[in-house]
């Protein structure tokens, strides 16, 4: 993959995330590269479990981005892009943060267990 793509990494045993990324692979430009987690070697991103608990992307500058922020760069890189940083603006992105924070966690522990983190 290109240094300068970004690359979003999701659940591909997720029915909901699968759903979510064959709708955005269809929409989005050459600029993101999504990636299933399950499909990754050892060493090529942060621990799996990681991964797991909650959205990751990381930047074409290699920095990460996690949680809403990392749904809200991915979906930027599509024509509906403005729609999503609607979770940015300072009323509604408390309130995006939360919901994400309870989603993820639950999803994680509906599909794996326990998380390894406290949200």
């Not at 403005?82 to 639950?106: D, H, M, N, T």
């Amino acid at each position: 993959m290109e240094n300068n793509k970004d690359i979003l990494y999701y659940d591909g045993q997720c029915p909901l995330c699968s759903r979510e990324m064959s709708i955005l692979a269809k929409m989005k430009s050459d600029d993101l590269n999504l990636v299933d987690i399950h499909q990754l070697s050892a060493g090529e991103a942060p621990p799996r479990d990681q991964l797991l608990e909650v959205l990751h992307l990381k930047t074409g500058d290699g920095q990460w981005v996690t949680g809403v922020d990392a749904s809200v760069r991915a979906w930027s890189s599509t024509r509906m892009g403005w729609l999503w940083k609607i979770l940015k603006l300072p009323l509604i992105s408390p309130v995006a943060e939360l919901v994400y924070s309870i989603w993820a966690k639950r999803r994680y522990e509906k599909l794996y267990g326990k998380t390894n983190t406290s949200a």
